[in-house]
Each structure stands twice: as C-alpha cells, then as structure tokens.
C-alpha cells in the first residue's frame, strides 16, 4: 500500500509542469463549454467550443498520453480506445432491468414480473443509448413540474387512458401536467392541505416521504415548495413511461414496485409514507407490505392510503368494486395497522392517516405472540432480499418518552446536525469528529467544483445523482431548491451509511453499479462520483459501470469524478470513446495530491445522427 502510494507520488511530481499547462487551458475550456450550453438547447454548440478553444493542440502534452508509458498505469497491450457506436433505435428508452420481454418470463404472481431481472453480464450492451430524435434539454425548474417535451417522452398513451383523471394534456408539442392525479380532483396542493391539516408539515418535522406506486409525482412534484422530499417508485409499465415523466418533470422518482424483494431502503428512513390509488393490495399476504412500509417508516412517521377501499360505502358504487370485497380489504387493514401499533390519527372523505408510534413502550394490549418479529438482525440490509410476513424490531429505550432510534431535529437543522445513528456509535467507523471532518471536506470540495463547473448551483443541473454518498456531504453542501440528489450507496461499499443520508433529510437508494440502474435512459443532468471506480475496480468491468452512467446521463449533461489518478486515467480512456469531451483538473489543494478530478460533458447527439456534434 506504502509503496503503491509513493510510487504515485512521484509519477505526480514529475507531471507538476504538464498539470500546470494542461490545467490552466482546460479552465478556460471547461468554462468556455459550460457557459455555451444553457437550457434547452442542443446540437452545435459542442462543435462551436471544440472549434474556439486552444485545448485542441494540447493532444501532445496530454497528460495520459506521457503516462502510457508507465505500464503500471495503463494496461499498455490495447493502446487505441474502443469507440462505442450507438445502440439500435429501438433501445431510446432501455431499462436493462425492467425489460419487458425479459419481465414477461417471469411470474405475474405478487408483481414478481415487475422486479429487477437484470440481464446476465455476457448480455450487457456495449454500446451507447440514443436519445429519441428532436431531444431538448428539458425546461427549467419550476417550469419543468408542468411542461415536459413530447420528444423526450414521445408516448401518449398515458393522456388518452387517464384523460378523464386530468394528469396529463398533450398541447403541440409539449405534454402539460396539470397538477392533477387519479386522487387530486381538486389537484395536489389542496389534497396535500388536507394531509398538513394531521400530519406536521409545515414546520419542518416531516422532511423525507415515499410514495409507492407514484404515477407521474405530482404528490412529490407539489410537495417540493413545501421542503418536503419525496423519492416516488413505480412499476415500468409496458408502454407508457410515468417514472421517466416524473424524471423528466425534475422530481425524484425510481422505478420499483412491492413485490417480493425487500425496498431498496434502509429501515427507519421515511418520515411519511403515501398511497394514493397506488393498486398495492395492502391486505393480501397477511400484511406484508405494510410491515415493509413500517420498516422503513421512522418511529413516529406516517402513513397515507387514500382512494380503496377507503371510505368504500360511499364509493363502492362509483369504483364499480363489490362492496364486500372493500369492507372485507379494509378490516384487514385495521387488523394489519393495529398488529403493527400503528395508530389510526384521521380518516376523513377518502383519505386515512395512521402513525407509527416512537418506540416499543408504548404499545398498550398488543399481544405479541399473535406477530412475528423479523429474525434477521440486520434490518438494512435488504439488496435482493427476500421480504417477508415479519415486523421489524424497534431500538430500544430508556424511557417511554424516548424516540427508538433517536430524536431528529426539524429541517433544516437536522441537514448538518449529528444523525442519531452517528452519535449512537450504530455505523462502525464514523465518529462524531469523522463526520464533522466528512461535512468540511465536502464543502471545500463542492466549493472547487462550483469553480470548475460555473453551473453546478444554478439551477441548470436539476437532477443530481451521486453514486457513491458516503454520509451524504456532497448533497448536503449542495442543498438548495433548485436540484435534488439521489445519494446512492453500493451494497459493496465497506459502511452502510444510507440511514444516516435519511437521518440528515436527504434520500437515496442502496445500488449495485455492476447492474443497471433502476431509472430510464437520460434521466440525470449530473453524476457525481467519488472513489467509484477504485471501489469497482475488480469487481466488475469499468467498460460497463460508464456505459450506464451514459445512459442515465442526460445529453450535455455533466459528470464529476473523484478518485485516485491512476483509476481516472484508465476511466478516461474508456469515456474518450463514448462521445464525452473529458478533462482531468487537479484536487483544489494542488498537482501534487494523487486524487483528480475527471470532468466531463455528454456531447449532443441523438438517434439517426451519424456524425456526433464535435466532429
Ligand atoms: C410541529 O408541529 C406539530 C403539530 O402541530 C407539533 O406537534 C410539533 O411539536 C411541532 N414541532 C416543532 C419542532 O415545532
Ligand atoms: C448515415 O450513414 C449512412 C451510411 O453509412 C448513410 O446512408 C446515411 O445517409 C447517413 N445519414 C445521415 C443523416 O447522414
């Protein structure tokens, strides 16, 4: 280890002159690039900056090219990149995971077709997602809530079915949300008045929300000006596309459906959980998905169903449903939410809200022989775990006022506050200190970025993904209005940190990068990525993990890599043939420190296009 970092070292030292021309031109390049592009444009302006700028001639200095020699680095034996050419047309909005011919081979019993069937390796394209003909960076926040471009979704399937639900107008050649949902007659703000008349929205306590079986998210769309983050999931659909309108509109949103695998979410994550109309059969299998919902539930979190069966003698008629089925689903409900101690705080009209209560201590008269507690000890470890018909312990207590888990501070404090999992010693490795230190780095870091990048903050990168959180202080020195990031933790990374990303009322999901994301194709404005690649690096091909970060990546869209020089240089390679314009800028703290930062942008090019727009 000693010696591989010295050996670093000294490769570094020798290139100090090489950073310092290289460097200072790709400043004014990157600048040059970035203050070109804007919102909703798209084709030539990658070649207009590839013409201007003098980084042209540098190819000579370039910093791999003096490295291939050090065998070390570069593996030496395929000296020339790969170029990957475009996918077929038919694959502009593929979900390697959701796919639905592969879903189609799969059991319809308990949704398991809708789950994550991801190909097996030697089935992985390797080549680069096109997006669809006439693609436009989509419009601004807020005006992306309510405008998406045909061309980018070109599928209007969903405003001929749910026309009479008011969720979606196709106008020329935009579709129009008009904030409406099968449940929001009067749209979603009123509906989420009602909510905020039980639950303590307004004043910060609810911060994180999950919305299973979202639709397009208006619910999460509408409750964004509220400071309230919701990450939505919905099943692909076999044609239209209402988690890629969700992305597209600039709310988080995956897709996912409760089937037979555990959420992709740690326990105790949520402070709000919602149903609206969401089709999830609450009642059937002795209540197991709302004992999923209660894993993920904070004590003291609520839970939202709305539509059936609720309030079903006064609409068994109008959802043309027998009127015993209803009754018969929401007395299993109660059952369910009572085994669970959840407590019943407001059923009005068509909308119901339980409570989970704040510890074990208070939950007068259940008899807990009549449940059974989940056996497996660690209840955030759930990647492709199987779900099942068991509750998950509370934390304990001291006291019957105390919150299991601990008490979090309102948002939003509770963004730079120590998370309870912190203080509580729960996350080996992370100290209160460590986490302190963890906050600082990520500020001066997301500071040297903003110097990079003049966008990163604007507004002009909406939705943000971050591959590897860590504790989330790359979002945290990021948080504003403008964006929202999706703080993904790798299942292989060595801490399991996401519980602490909730605690701090920021979201995210536990992924595996040697398998496809769970979202469509261009649906992220920036990626950033830290220690990434070192962390993949035998574990599955770099090739790969690139590959789908270049399909989720919105065209122009940006990445931000930092990790050891040695792993950018390989990475860079392999981007260079993926019509990425890439540069490598050295740490804020100077040449000499052998972490680097990869920048690159998706060049512009979209299906039927021969040429890309630099050449
Ligand atoms: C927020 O509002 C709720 C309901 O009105 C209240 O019970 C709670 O104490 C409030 N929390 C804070 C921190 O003000
Ligand atoms: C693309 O290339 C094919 C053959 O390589 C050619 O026939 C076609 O005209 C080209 N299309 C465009 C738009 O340049």
Known sequence: MALKTS?????TRSSVSIFIVVGLCCFFYILGAWQKSGFGKGDS???EITKQTDCSILPNLNFETHHNGAGDIVDDTDSKAQVFEPCDARYTDYTPCQDQRRAMTFSRDNMMYRERHCPPEEENLHCLIPAPKGYVTPFPWPKSRDYVFYANVPYKSLTVEKAVQNWVQYEGNVFRFPGGG????????????????????ANGTVRTALDTGCGVASWGAYLLKRNVLAMSFAPRDSHEAQ?????????????????TIRLPYPSRAFDMAHCSRCLIPWSANDGMYMMEVDRVLRPGGYWVLSGPPINWKN???AWQRPMEELQEQQRKIEEVAKLLCWEKTSEKGEIAIWRKRINADSCPGRQDDSLTMCASTNADDVWYQKMEACVTPFPEVNNPEEVAGGELKTFPDRLNAVPPRIASGSVPGVSIESYREDNRLWMKHVNAYKKINKLIGTGRY?????MNAGLGGFAAALESPKSWVMNVVPT?????????VYERGLIGIYHDWCEAFSTYPRTYDLIHANGLFSLYQNKCKLEDILLEMDRILRPEGAVMLRDEVDVLIKVKRIASGMRWNTKMV?????PLVPEKILVAVKQYWTTSDNSTSSE
């Open 462 to 466: 909406r939705n943000v993904m971050d």
């Open 45 to 47: 302006i990658a070649v």
């Open 243 to 259: 988690v890629q309108f969700a992305l597209e509109r600039g709310v988080p949103a995956v897709i996912g459906v409760l089937g």
């Open 586 to 590: 050295d740490h804020e703290d100077g």
């Open 492 to 500: 292989i990374a060595k801490k399991n940190t996401l519980g602490v």
């Open 7 to 11: 050996s670093a070292d000294s490769r």
């Open 315 to 317: 609409n068994y008629k």
């Open 182 to 201: 099968t449940q929001f007659p009067q749209g979603a703000d009123a509906y989420i008045n009602q909510l905020a008349s039980v639950i303590p929205i």
